[in-house]
Every structure is written in C-alpha cells, then in structure tokens.
C-alpha cells in the first residue's frame, strides 16, 4: 500500500481528496496546523520535521497554500518536496486568482461567485479568506498569498520539482490544480496522473 500525506487536511479524509486516492491503494496520513481537527500529525506545512525525509509517495494539500506569506511559500514547497519518495508526486490546488480578479474588476467583489459546503463563497473571501471561518476566531484562516497558473507552475519549478502539470477551472471553481514529480518523468506517465487526481 502506498502512502499519501494529506497537509492542511482539516476535517477532510481522503475520499474527499481525489478519485486517484480514494481507494484502497493510498493509505492516508493527515497533517494539520489544528489539533481541533485531530490529525495524525500537528505541524505548519513550513516545519513538517515530524515526517521523515523521502517517507511518503504522494503530498495531496488542497486550499492551504494560500493561508502563507509569499517569503513562506518556498519553504513549504521544499519541505513537500524534501518529504516524498523519489518517485513521489505533489498534488496541490488553490484559488485561481486571475479569473477571480476578474470578476472584481466586473464590480462583484462581494458578490456570491459560488456556495461551497460552508456558505456562500464571494471573491472577497477568495482573496483574503473566508469571512465567516475568520470571525469565528480561526485567524489563521486568513490569505496572505495567491496564484495565478502561471505563477504557480513557476513557483513548484523554482523550488525542486523538475515536471509539472496544471489545470485551471473558471466559473463556477475557480481554482488551480498542479500535479509535481520529484524527479523529471515522461509527458505521458505526468498527463495519466494528473488524469486520475486533478477535477475536470
């Protein structure tokens, strides 16, 4: 059984992840910076020292890069990096922020853009967190960062991961998908696996 480490996890488990971990294949192993949410692991994603080097064949973090200052980001990506196999891969997603900018520039910054699971979603949340998760005194739900495709393929290449694969989702997602190899691989092994993890 491989293992994947699921980073920011909060209540999620992994048959809300991706169809390509949730099966019997993947055994899930949550990290989260909130002991509320009583993951197997509490750490930032800045300072996972708790995982041992080369330990794990996937790093899945869903909405969590986002909630770092830029000079942070980095350093959380080496630290996905430095956790996974040589084999291993990064699947990451975050709030695309040009399309979202977009629609600010339209006039709609608080404006419902999409619902998700926890209320109505408008680009103001998209940018700077989620109003209400913040009132309700989860200040570290705040974003201090956001990506743009291209930015964020550039930001995965810059610190370690040689072969990326993204996605962007407009309306009604608005999100980014990226898929890294720890090591450079074929076009077609990284398209079979974005196939299996990304959201089309």
Known sequence: MKTFLHVGCGTIRKDHTTLGFSNDSWEEIRLDINPDVQ???????TDMRAVADASVDAVYTSHNIEHLYWHEIPRAIKEFYRVLK?????VITCPDI???????????????????P???????????????AISDNSTF???????????????????????????KRGAPSFDLYALATKTQVKDQEIRKLAMQHFKF
């Open 39 to 45: 993951p197997d692991i509490v750490a930032s994603m």
């Open 86 to 90: 040589n084999d291993g891969f990064l």
């Open 98 to 116: 040009q399309s979202i900018c977009e629609l600010v520039a339209q006039g709609k910054l608080l404006e419902t853009c999409y619902i998700s």
């Open 118 to 132: 926890s209320g109505p979603v408008a680009p103001f949340d998209v940018l700077f967190g989620f109003r209400q």
């Open 141 to 167: 739900m705040a974003h201090h960062a956001g990506f743009t495709q291209k930015t964020l393929v550039a930001m995965l290449r810059e610190n370690g991961f040689p072969t990326v694969a993204s996605r």
